[in-house]
């Protein structure tokens, strides 16, 4: 088994500009591993060039320079290969409205060369919950049961790898939720899992791994803990028995405000500040704490940072156990 499920090196995409549009550069120079076995989140806003990047992967969209190894098989030497090795669910609702969920999974296991024989048409529709709708057209399922019938057609050929582009956008909530158990089931018995998204709270609950990307870069990719604990920001709430009697004494750059529940709000830079000392500075205004907690930044604000031009808040160096 190869160490990554995808490696991609220098991967470029132009569209050529129709009409008097000019080319669009939509990847620069992407390079990526995968590593075999994660569920890795490919983050960025829309027209970042996520389902590009896709695409590519799917065999759907020409790459214009670079390489691409899918469970080690070059895309270019043995194309045969890499294409089996990957299953994915496009962003698009393409579905032949003709066809029934059993016809389309039959089609599509046909088109792939799985036998007959090793063909799991059952299981996959119990997976996808679409057993009861087994025989009607595609026309007639809902948007969601259409997205699931997209899921299945990825799975017929038992891929290792299966991608998913921005799988959740415009779905209910139970639909997520079922979606998300699935991804979790495949991922647990070993699929390697790479889906986009452009929401944030969804990379960071469901991705071991989270590369981001904005206008066909690649900004930043860590281990999701790691790419929080980038954020230098963070935050001290003290919860006093009475208020401070005198001003608190801060040390410099650590704002301090005062909640309604007369909560002491800090926000400090953790390379610069610890919370010790702000504790220490509280105490020596006379404060006796009854409660002390912190909180983290999310996704959110790691996002915002890095895609936004000001640099400030981000230290690249700080390590995931930093005080
Ligand atoms: N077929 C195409 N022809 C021309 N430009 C395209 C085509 N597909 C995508 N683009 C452009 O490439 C950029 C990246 O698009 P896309 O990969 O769809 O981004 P994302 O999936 O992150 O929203 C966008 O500027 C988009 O307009
Ligand atoms: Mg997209």
């Known amino acids: 088994m190869p160490d990554n499920a995808i490696e991609l090196r220098n991967l470029r995409k ?14 620069k120079g992407i390079n990526l591993d995968v590593p075999q076995g994660s569920i890795f989140g490919l983050l960025g806003p829309n027209g970042a060039g996520k389902s590009t990047l896709i695409n590519i992967l799917a065999g759907l969209t020409i790459k214009s320079a670079g390489e ?25 609702l393409n579905l032949d409205p003709f066809f029934t969920p059993r016809g389309a999974l039959e089609v599509q296991a046909g088109l792939y060369g799985v036998p007959k024989a090793q063909r799991r048409t059952d299981d996959i529709l119990r997976l996808i919950g679409l057993e009861a709708q087994a025989e009607a057209y595609a026309r007639t399922l809902s948007g969601g049961m259409r997205r699931r019938l997209l899921l299945g057609k990825a799975l017929v050929h038992h891929p290792q790898i299966l991608v998913l582009d921005e799988p959740t956008a415009g779905v209910d909530i139970e639909l997520r939720q079922m979606l998300w158990a699935n991804i979790r089931r495949l991922n647990a018995q070993g699929m390697t899992i790479i889906l986009t998204t452009h929401y944030l709270e969804e990379a960071q609950e469901m991705c071991d791994e989270i590369a981001i990307i904005n206008h066909g870069t690649m900004i930043i990719r860590d281990r999701t803990e790691r790419l929080l604990a980038r954020l230098d920001s963070k935050v001290l709430v003290i919860h006093p028995e009475d208020p401070p009697a005198e001003p608190v004494n801060l040390p410099p750059g650590v704002e301090s405000n005062t909640r309604k529940d007369n909560a002491l709000v800090f926000t400090y830079r953790r390379s610069a500040t610890s919370a010790g000392d702000i504790l220490l500075a509280v105490r020596q205004a006379g404060v006796h704490i009854r409660d002390v907690t912190t909180e983290e930044p999310d996704l959110e604000d790691v996002f915002v940072e890095l895609t936004s031009a000001r640099p400030g808040l981000i230290n690249k160096d700080a390590s995931p156990n930093a005080p």
């Open 14 to 27: 132009t569209y050529p500009g129709a009409g008097r549009n000019t080319p669009k550069q939509a990847l």
């Open 68 to 92: 691409v190894r899918i469970w080690g098989f070059d895309q270019d030497v043995t194309p045969r290969q890499s294409r089996a090795a990957i299953g994915v669910m496009p962003q698009e």
